[in-house]
């Protein structure tokens, strides 16, 4: 079944015009020169980050690198590499991938990666890459997880190995919207675990976290505490969008 949707998306895109995922504008790409050009001077890309978790840096934090956040409790997690605000040009594209399942929108979210930030991205030592899963219960009812949408298609080293199910998610809490980090650390903590076949494999290894979003960061810093517990001596994020004013 997913060969030949495969397939029909295939013969779509080169017999029937498509539409820019952010203007709208029928044309031949994902995402027209225009719209992408108007991000690439917009996005998170052209700000002073944290290295750790990516949140815009501070005049008095700029000499570290590291926001005063980070200093205070330091994540779990070594690195995040993020392409825009949560509130900027591609939060429309991202939600109808999620919530009216639009696949074509994976296509020209990772387009937009690809071509803004997969070439900057030093990805030498990474070892494999995996999604931020979804609990079973929301999996069947989105029916895709579109962390794993946009990671199988972005473009890392050839040397990266992507590891779709290695990362498990035991069941749905609920909705975290609105709540401070602490919080949302409390709701999650146990609440994900490797597949016991992969764990030798992880093991000393260096391995990225890719999410569509990040918030406070509590379910990157739990996955990244999950990770380091068996045995992993790295863990970066690559994150589609972030959220730039942290809850407190």
Known sequence: ???????????????????????KQFQAANVCNSCLQRLYHDSL????????????LQSAE???????SCDRQTPAFDQT????????TLQEALHQLKYQKRHSFAHGLSDVWNTLLASTIDDQSIDYLVPVPLSQKKL?????NQSWELARRIQCGKHIQKLAFTLKRFHDIEQQAG????????????????????VPLLK????????????????????????????VTWVGNWVLLRTTKLMP
């Open 62 to 68: 700029l000499s570290s690198g590291r926001c005063n």
């Open 204 to 231: 000393g290894k260096s391995v990225v976290v890719f999410d569509d979003v990040m918030t406070t960061g509590a379910t990157l810093n739990e996955i990244a505490r999950t990770l380091k517990m068996i045995g």
């Open 179 to 198: 709540k401070n980090f602490s919080a949302r650390q409390q709701d999650i903590h146990g609440m994900f675990y490797i597949d016991a076949k992969d």
């Open 1 to 23: 079944m997913q060969l030949l949707q495969n397939l029909i998306q295939s013969i779509s895109g080169q017999l029937l015009p498509t539409a820019c995922i952010i203007c």
């Open 81 to 88: 590499v993020c392409l825009d605000r949560y509130d900027g």
């Open 45 to 56: 890309l052209n700000y002073e980050c944290c290295y750790q978790c990516a949140t815009p």
């Open 140 to 144: 069947l009812t989105r029916g895709f």
